[in-house]
């Protein structure tokens, strides 16, 4: 089983509304990875967590704030964003992070939300 | 730096074979990927390599070249569904976890 699934699947939020974005897997991976994609572009990594800790934030705007309950949730809040910011937000999970160089640590990814800030 | 080029768009036949190239200068390589994205929807694991050669699954093959920089996605027997952007990734090690370097990804259209 290599699935990791997010919700909600749509979004559409207004400039001043707070939503959080959900992404679960039971996996047992260890590292989660949230990544905003736009049209015709690869995607764009945002925040890593390994082991429920972040370990790696892409500068990302303070709007944007991540958090790791536990090991199979991984969340995103939204507050106050751009009407930039509308995107496809991808959540991905693999088994490690890279503590283990030659392992593939394949990153399964979910099907993603649609986020439209109006 | 770090840069990975792929090209744009390529069109390919029903039943036909079609390779789709993906070049890297990076620093910390660790392996390379290849996932295949259907419009709007999540990118899908199609295949990884770290040594230099061809891993084979199914009507995919990728092949690698450490020394070259380069690898590429070679697809046989194409299908309709094959019609999407594949978008190769560098694995680079980053502080104590790794991160994945993309290209830009190949839209592949796929004609009757």
């Known amino acids: 089983d290599t699935e990791v699934t997010q919700t909600p699947k749509h979004l559409v939020m207004g400039m001043t509304n707070k939503k959080s974005l959900k992404c679960e897997q039971h996996?047992?991976?260890?590292?989660m990875y949230w990544y905003k994609q736009k049209a015709k572009k690869p995607p764009e990594l945002m925040f890593v967590y390994s082991y429920e800790k972040l370990s790696i934030n892409e500068s990302v705007p303070s709007r944007f704030s991540p958090e790791c309950p536990n090991s199979s949730l991984l969340n995103l809040h939204l507050h106050a964003l751009q009407p930039e910011d509308s995107a496809l937000y991808l959540c991905a999970s693999s088994q490690d992070a890279g503590r283990r160089e030659r392992g593939t640590d394949t990153q399964y990814f979910g099907p993603g939300t649609r986020l439209t800030v109006l | 730096g770090q840069n990975i080029d792929q090209p744009t768009e390529m069109t390919a036949t029903e039943g036909a074979i079609v390779q789709i190239n993906c070049t890297y200068q990076?620093?910390?390589?660790?392996?390379l990927f290849w996932y295949q994205q259907h419009a709007g929807e999540a990118p899908t694991f199609l295949s990884y390599n770290v040594l230099d050669g061809l891993e084979e699954k199914g009507r995919f093959s990728s092949f690698l070249s450490r020394s070259k920089g380069y690898s590429y996605l070679l697809l046989k027997e194409l299908q309709m569904k094959d019609s999407a952007s594949y978008l190769c990734?560098?694995?680079?090690?980053?502080?104590?976890?790794?991160?994945?370097?993309w290209g830009a990804g190949t839209k592949l259209i796929i004609k009757p």
């Open positions: 990734a560098v694995k680079k090690v980053r502080q104590s976890n790794y991160q994945l370097i």
């Open positions: 990076t620093s910390g390589f660790n392996g």
């Open positions: 996996m047992g991976h260890r590292a």
